[in-house]
């Protein structure tokens, strides 16, 4: 290989970085400042930002850029580990998993539909309206949906989509809910 050649590139490299890296960390500091993370990890990063900021002002050297990929090779995983955890964090409405929809108290979970990637309502049941005993619900091809009570026989008949409707309304309830918190 060239020797020259090779600390020309190498050379030209560093000048590229040395003039990007501080616009880069500039822009990562100011991106930093609006993300509501916790303030000592804050201070943190934008110190070490300014720190590289302060060694490629003091010398330009092969070992200041590598340092300055180092920081932010650090600073891309934290950011990566605090984004992750921000993103898992659980979406409101998984806290409402009960509620009294047209005479009858129901419960039901929410699970991440594989199809979709979205939370669907699961386990959808009634309770009896008498003693709160979860509801048997006797399916028929000929015949309407009927609703038994195991505890006290309480008994009636609902019509064929009533469990649908209940899961409609229940989506409603929290676009309903949506709204009034953006109000
Ligand atoms: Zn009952």
């Known amino acids: 290989m060239n020797k020259d050649k090779w600390y020309n590139s190498n ?7 040395s003039s990007l890296l501080p616009i880069i960390l500039t822009f990562i500091v100011d991106f930093i400042k609006k993300i509501p993370i916790l303030s000592t990890l804050q201070s943190l990063i934008t110190e070490s930002i300014e720190l590289i900021r302060y060694c490629l002002n003091y010398e330009v050297t092969i070992g200041n850029i590598l340092l300055s990929f180092l920081f932010l090779f650090v600073f891309l995983i934290i950011f990566k580990y605090f984004y992750k955890s ?7 409405f998984l806290e409402y998993n009960n509620d009294n929809i047209k005479s009858f108290y129901w419960t039901w979970d929410w699970v991440v539909d594989q199809n979709t990637g979205k939370y669907a309502i699961s386990n959808l049941k009634p309770h009896c309206p008498k003693c709160n005993t979860n ?12 609703y038994e009570c195991p505890r006290c026989n309480f008994e009636t008949q609902v019509d064929v989509n009533f469990k649908r409707k209940i ?3 229940i989506i409603d309830n929290i676009n309903r809910m949506k709204k009034e918190e953006n109000k």
């Open 86 to 92: 921000q993103s898992n964090e659980k979406p409101y």
């Open 11 to 17: 050379w030209t490299i560093g000048l590229v970085c």
């Open 135 to 146: 509801l048997i619900i006797n399916q028929s091809l000929y015949r309407n949906p009927e």
């Open 167 to 169: 899961e409609i309304i």
